[in-house]
């Protein structure tokens, strides 16, 4: 049987539509029937995560979350990818059976980070950063050597930004020049996109070639969309995935 990826996106809706875009840059087959098959499950109403959290209304956005997981079952999906890593500090409150088909984008940056052994600016909402969704993660005793925070100031910036740039739809040129300026700042070469809405700057960087690229984006959008098949196939577990940033 064919397998299916669920994707709980609209959070935000463009970042889990160039999500999806992406997907079949990587892997249109010559025969369209053998493409992959996903159903994108886009919900822009969810509250936002940030300020939910903030005010300590997990209950409420967990059974959001669960109700809207338990569609993507009914309609037969293999794996499923959360488009929103904040909303993943709510994964050790989920269902057992709900929490086995995710494909945990958190753990993916993580691992990649720890393999790379290079540094990165982390690049989150400022409500990721305050869960601390990634130092909660398996292995982050590994990767945290490499990985530098923006100071507050820098996380402020950039938490407004992504919701008054990125998910507003403007131009993502801006924003790639800030993104270059905090790498010249902090002296790295590398980002972590830790906000799925970052997933807009890598699909522009990948269709315009990478012109005039100051910095590299560590994406695990980017890196399930190159390596679908290996990620999806129900035998296979996302931490056993052998993958190699491009």
């Not at 994964?91 to 940056?109: F, H, N, T, W, Y």
Request: one cysteine or more; glycine letters at 6%; hydrophobic letters at 40%.
């Amino acid at each position: 049987m064919k397998p299916v990826l669920g994707v709980l996106g609209g959070l935000g809706p463009l970042a889990s539509a160039d999500f999806l875009s992406s997907i079949y840059d990587y892997n249109l087959t010559d025969v369209e029937q053998h493409s992959p098959s996903v159903i994108l499950y886009s919900d822009p109403t969810f509250p936002d995560r940030t300020e939910t959290f903030r005010a300590g209304r997990d209950r409420e956005l967990l059974a959001v979350t669960q109700a809207a997981l338990d569609q993507l079952c009914g309609m037969g999906v293999t794996k499923i990818v959360m488009s929103c890593i904040t909303l993943h500090h709510l994964v050790p409150q989920l269902r057992a059976d709900l929490r086995g088909k995710l494909i945990s984008l958190p753990e993916i940056i993580v691992s990649r980070v720890s393999e790379t052994k290079q540094k990165h600016l982390l690049i989150t909402s400022s409500g990721t950063r305050s869960t601390r969704i990634f130092e909660n993660q398996p292995g982050w005793a590994d990767a945290a050597p490499y990985t530098i925070w923006p100071d507050e100031a820098d996380q402020q910036l950039i938490h407004e930004r992504i919701y008054r740039e990125i998910k507003a739809n403007a131009p993502v040129e801006p924003f790639i020049s800030l993104l270059e300026h905090l790498c010249a700042k902090y002296e790295v070469t590398s980002v972590v996109a830790g906000c799925t809405d970052i997933h807009r700057v890598t699909r522009h960087l990948y269709l315009n070639g990478g012109k005039q690229r100051k910095f590299s984006v560590l994406d695990p959008l980017q890196i399930i969309a190159q390596h679908y098949r290996k990620f999806v196939d129900e035998q296979v577990q996302y931490s056993r995935v052998a993958v190699r940033q491009q």
